[in-house]
């Protein structure tokens, strides 16, 4: 059985000889699952009324625990955005009551960002249907190949993100 990506290697492999296009054969099929990631994600969210970006930033505070509080700094960090961007999400997500604003109490120029009780019941039901979603993507997998994949990917993540 053949994929797009078996066809796109074989036919670079026929034009240019001279080069090595076996890392086509890993990274080309990252890509491509990516894509598709990002459109069951988006369906996923969309289910809830979500989008893609304000799931992360839910999310990140969700993870905060208790009492589901952080400064933008570090939702600018969890979520790989700008602060410009990060202000903008937070003033959208905080007209949709997701989110309020509160003095940060250690630092008076500052301020933390707090999930509402109505942006916990929001990313909660969205990380169910996505986990659901997800867990149906995978079923092609054992749980020992899935371990696998996992460590793998993980081994090749880790550089970009060991500063």
């Known amino acids: 059985m053949q994929d797009e990506v078996d066809r796109l290697v074989a036919a670079w492999a026929r034009e240019r000889p001279d080069l090595d296009v076996r890392p086509l054969e890993v990274l080309s099929r990252l890509t491509r699952l990516a894509r ?30 208790r009492p589901y509080l952080l400064s933008p700094g570090v939702l600018v960090a969890q ?9 903008n999400r937070i003033d959208r997500l905080e007209a949709r009551g997701f989110v309020t604003r509160e003095p940060d ?16 019941e929001g990313v909660d039901s969205a990380l169910a249907d996505l986990l ?13 190949q899935q371990e696998q994949l996992s460590g793998l990917l993980r081994t090749l993540v880790i550089p970009f993100e060991a500063d």
């Open 132 to 144: 659901a979603r997800e867990e149906a993507l995978l079923a092609t997998l054992s749980a020992r």
């Open 36 to 65: 598709h990631l990002d459109r069951a994600r988006s369906t996923a969210f969309a289910a809830h009324g979500l989008e893609v970006w304000e799931f992360d930033v839910l999310a990140a505070l969700r993870r905060a625990g």
């Open 105 to 120: 109490l250690t630092d008076r120029r500052g301020v933390r960002v707090r999930l509402t009780t109505r942006g916990k």
């Open 79 to 87: 979520t790989m955005v700008t602060s410009g961007t990060m202000t």
